[in-house]
């Protein structure tokens, strides 16, 4: 019945748009951060040994990329959590570099870049988890995204059978790109926590 239907529509709608407490942990976005952790041992489970790259794999990379912008979509749409503001860089990094060292362990990558990546964001988490219990929020520079950009597609152009092979220097040249704004993202940040604050 048209009516019902209607009802419905407002019901899941009013759902979707009720914006949550910023301190609840149990949110749409939160849930789809968390199964992007619980997914990603499958698809590094999925990255093959002959370096010729997996479209099986590659498309579970896509599907877990794609879901870092819907869960973004939701937290905007609800309110964003202190939850959320831990979990979604924590899925990132779980994500990209286990998948970066999973392709080191499949003679795919380069170790040596892999580890500048993986230091910086060590360093970086770090100093998030230790301004933010002071009550600092530090947010994703534009730089930082870009960087997260290149490793994802460095990632993807070495799990694509067109590309793993053939064509190296792409793939190659992405990830030396994302080491690139790895470190200028974290002298940024380095910067950023050297100047002084205003007291208001």
Known sequence: MPWAQTLLQRVHSWELTMPVDPNSLATWANAVTVGRILVSPVMFTLIPNDKNGSWIALGLWFV?????VFDGYLA???GTTKSGAFLDPLADKVLVLGAM??????????VVPVVII????VIVSIYRV????????VPASRTA????????????????PLTALDHTWLWQGL????????ILSG????????RPRRVA
């Open 118 to 121: 993986a230091a910086r964001e």
């Open 145 to 160: 995204k870009v960087k997260t950009l290149s490793q994802q597609l460095a990632v993807a152009f070495a799990l694509m």
């Open 175 to 182: 990830l030396w790109l994302a080491v690139f704004l790895t």
């Open 76 to 78: 905007r749409r609800h």
């Open 187 to 194: 002298v940024q940040y380095a910067v950023q926590a050297l």
């Open 101 to 110: 060292f999973t392709l080191v362990s499949r003679e795919v990558f380069w």
């Open 130 to 137: 230790v301004v933010g219990s002071k009550g600092v929020s």
């Open 64 to 68: 877990l990329c794609v879901s870092d």
